[in-house]
């Protein structure tokens, strides 16, 4: 079974600062790669996504997140929050083959920004 | 309206209750999904429809029953629930039951059972 790890529950970061979300996932085969986000009160929004190419992946807002296989890992950056960022993330797979079985969600990371 | 809808947004119900939470999509998509969005756990996938057959679902008691008439709108109905399900739930479409296809949130339905 697919499993997505964020370690960090939490991240407190001050504005304009840079920021760095992690996301680890187990799996064997290939995969998809995605982060959304969750404002207050609202669904969830693709940020990006990672499906194949070039491992370094640009979304929206200014966020951006690397592919790395050997460290299993699609960790999300921006080089300078903003107030409008705190938020909501998750990081999510798919696998090559999995279809119907859709998307694993990690727990989710809160992005607390601070004045 | 566009994206996807859900209705209602808020739900408070008893135990005895029956009530159904609706949700809509103008994307044109294909296949629709229900999760269930519990405090500091990932999000469950439910219930997935494509081309209003259902492909998948997983494990849910018998009191949540969906429905999907048309690729455009989903439901899902509640009965006898419990306190324990006490939850955001989230419905999203996507264009196709692939892999890669994004999917689309909807706002979500706060359910509180007393």
């Known amino acids: 079974a697919q499993s997505v790890t964020q370690l960090d529950s939490q991240v407190p970061v001050f504005e304009e600062a840079p920021v760095e979300l992690r996301c680890n996932y187990s799996?064997?085969?290939?995969?998809?790669l995605f982060w959304y986000v969750q404002y207050p009160n609202q669904g969830l929004q693709l940020l990006l996504k990672y499906l194949s190419g070039s491992t370094l992946v640009k979304g929206i807002n200014g966020f951006e997140a690397e592919f790395n296989k050997s460290q299993t890992s699609f960790h999300l950056r921006k080089p300078s929050v903003h107030i409008s960022d705190t938020a909501e993330y998750f990081c999510a797979v798919s696998y090559s083959g999995g279809g119907a079985d859709g998307l694993t969600f990690g727990k989710g990371t809160h992005l607390i920004i601070q004045p | 309206e566009t994206g996807v809808t859900q209705t209602p947004r808020h739900l408070v119900m008893g135990m005895t209750n029956k009530k159904s939470l609706k949700c809509e999509q103008h994307l044109g998509h294909n296949a629709m999904y229900w999760y269930k969005q519990s405090a500091k756990k990932p999000l469950e996938l439910m219930f997935v429809?494509?081309?209003?057959?259902?492909?998948e679902n997983n494990s849910v008691p018998s009191r949540f029953s969906p429905e999907c008439p048309n690729s455009s709108h989903l439901f899902l109905h509640l009965h006898t629930l419990q306190p324990e399900d006490s939850a955001l739930y989230l419905c999203a479409s996507s264009q196709a039951l692939g892999d890669t296809d994004t999917q689309y949130f909807g706002p979500g339905t706060r359910l509180t059972v007393l």
């Open positions: 799996s064997s085969v290939s995969v998809y």
């Open positions: 429809y494509n081309f209003k057959e259902q492909t």
